[in-house]
């Protein structure tokens, strides 16, 4: 990723663009406010559902911060917490939001190594996070580097321990998945609810990274589909939508890995991408496309 001060200079994205899936969730009941805008970026937003007796928060953040997300999971008498987002303003945003449930966080985590998810873990005070150790290890350089607040929350964290455990209760399933858009992704499923929470195995109406290995990120996707635990996706980048956009990112990564594969330059891959997906934001995460040219 890059520093706050290249990202404000690029100005990147204008506002979310949602696939079907997500105005379908919307129109269903999503209720989406402003969150208080601090600095020179301008707000994020909450969307929020309840089902279960379970009530969901997804913080997106401003196109400025390529709309990365933060989710929090509201039960009766706690919180989790899934990332932190990038940015000190977004962070405290989220912050905010954690404080307004007027509820402790029982547990936090983070989903994987990119630090659009845990850069701003450091400005989340009071939450110490929770992750396997292989995130924890991919992360430690980069974020002992000096390129980012060091997020001892983070690398201090207890970790995860996957498979199926209870939260006031309701059953919250954790699952490890490698080798898709980061080396190592954390999935939350809360099964009760038919809710999961795919982080950047999705992304929604936004430019996705390159990803360590395609192949199998489709592979791990198809699994996904048939998958009856869930039905609503909470995603890494955008707002939330339906598992009909498992389709959707599989076709977007089909084109990506044809165009990683076939273009003669970077800029021709990223021309590709904008013409086979026009209606896409987030051009910054084209700009990632040379970081895993191999040619």
Do not use: C
Not at 11 to 31: I, M, W, Y
Not at 131 to 152: F, K, V
Not at 188 to 210: C, H, M, R, S
Request: hydrophobic share 40%.
């Amino acid at each position: 990723m890059t520093t706050s001060s290249e990202i404000s200079r690029r100005a990147l994205l204008r506002g979310a663009t949602l696939t079907v899936g997500a105005a379908a969730l919307l129109r269903a009941g999503f209720t989406p406010r402003a969150a208080r805008a601090q600095d020179a970026l301008p707000a994020g937003t909450v969307h929020s559902f309840a089902t279960g007796g379970v009530r969901f928060y997804t913080y997106v953040s401003p196109g400025q911060a390529v709309h990365v997300t933060s989710h929090i999971v509201e039960f009766d008498d706690q919180l989790l917490v899934v990332d932190a987002t990038m940015l000190p303003p977004t962070a405290q945003e989220v912050s905010a939001l954690i404080a307004a449930t007027g509820k402790p966080v029982g547990m936090a985590v983070i989903s994987h190594e990119h630090p659009d998810h845990w850069g701003g873990a450091s400005f989340i005070e009071g939450v110490e996070y929770a992750t396997l150790p292989e995130i924890r290890e991919g992360l430690r350089g980069e974020a002992t580097g000096g390129n980012w607040p060091e997020p001892t929350n983070v690398l201090n964290g207890p970790d995860v321990t996957l498979g199926m455990t209870e939260m006031s209760g309701v059953p919250v399933e954790f699952r490890h998945y490698e080798n898709t858009e980061a080396p190592h992704m954390l999935v939350t499923v809360l099964p009760e609810q038919k809710v999961a929470i795919v982080q950047d195995l999705v992304y929604n109406g936004v430019y996705f990274a390159p990803g360590t290995d395609r192949a199998n990120w489709i592979a791990t996707l198809e699994s996904l589909r048939d998958d009856p635990a869930f039905e609503t996706l909470l995603v890494g980048h955008g707002l939330p939508t339906s598992r009909g956009d498992l389709d959707t990112a599989i076709a977007y990564i089909k084109v990506l890995d044809d165009a990683m594969t076939n273009a003669a330059t970077p800029d021709d891959a990223a021309a590709q991408l904008k013409a086979a997906f026009p209606g896409y934001t987030g051009d910054f995460l084209l700009g990632l496309i040379p970081e895993y040219w191999s040619r």
